[in-house]
């Protein structure tokens, strides 16, 4: 069965340090990837998504990924954090056994510190 | 603007009370999904419905009901025999499942037993 994984619940960075949020996933094709973010008590935004046009997909407030199909990895960077980015981040990937449905992470909760 | 709106905010149940839970798109997608959210698990389908009048069961769909009457609306009824209801819940849309097209999310409902 297809499945996310996201290295690590919980990550540190200070403010102003590079943020590195892990993603790896399973898929014998060429998978559809998604990262949301989730602040507290809202729903999940898109940042970014995998169109397979280019390997290094850039998203919304300066998060960028990149995809490494050797690797199965889609991991979300940004070069410096703000301590606005404080919130929950999910990856996700389009199932191949059912059109109709994403395959979830786990998720990981980015912690900034002054 | 279109988007998913879901009511209430926060809803409390009491003991052997059955309670639904609001969603209503405008965004004119086919597709639309229910989510759990606990803290440390990430979201877990309970129902999806790709057309009107269909729906069908996600991973844990007992002590949930839906109906599908309307494309703008797919009410979410956590009955009596819930017996874990308190938890963050998710209604979501999706315009084209078999494309890179990202699910839309709604700002979701909170639950809590009385």
């Known amino acids: 069965a297809q499945s996310v994984t996201q290295l690590g619940s919980h990550v540190s960075v200070s403010e102003g340090a590079l943020v590195l949020l892990r993603c790896n996933y399973s898929?014998?094709?060429?998978?559809?990837l998604f990262w949301y973010v989730q602040y507290p008590n809202q729903g999940l935004q898109l940042l970014l998504k995998?169109?397979?046009?280019a390997t290094l997909v850039k998203g919304i407030n300066d998060f960028e990924a990149e995809f490494k199909k050797s690797e199965t990895s889609f991991h979300l960077t940004k070069p410096s954090a703000h301590m606005s980015d404080a919130a929950e981040y999910f990856c996700?990937?389009?199932?191949?056994?059912?059109?109709?449905?994403?395959?979830w992470g786990a998720g990981t909760k980015l912690i900034i510190k002054p | 603007d279109g988007g998913i709106t879901q009511s209430p905010k926060y809803l409390f149940r009491k003991e052997g009370q059955n309670v639904t839970l609001s969603c209503e798109q405008n965004?004119?997608?086919?597709?639309m999904y229910w989510y759990r959210q606990d803290p440390g698990q990430g979201l877990r389908l309970i129902y999806y419905?790709?057309?009107?009048?269909?729906?069908q069961k996600g991973d844990i769909a007992e002590g949930y009901s839906v109906s599908r009457e309307k494309k703008e609306s797919f009410p979410l009824t956590v009955t009596s025999a819930q017996k874990n209801p308190t938890a963050f819940y998710l209604c979501?849309?999706?315009?084209?499942?078999?494309?890179?097209?990202?699910?839309?999310f709604g700002d979701g409902t909170r639950l809590s037993i009385l």
């Open positions: 979501a849309s999706w315009a084209a499942p078999y494309s890179n097209q990202p699910q839309h």
């Open positions: 419905s790709q057309i009107v009048n269909d729906f």
């Open positions: 995998y169109t397979s046009a």
């Open positions: 996700a990937v389009r199932s191949m056994d059912s059109n109709y449905q994403l395959i």
């Open positions: 965004l004119n997608h086919d597709a």
């Open positions: 898929s014998s094709v060429p998978p559809y």
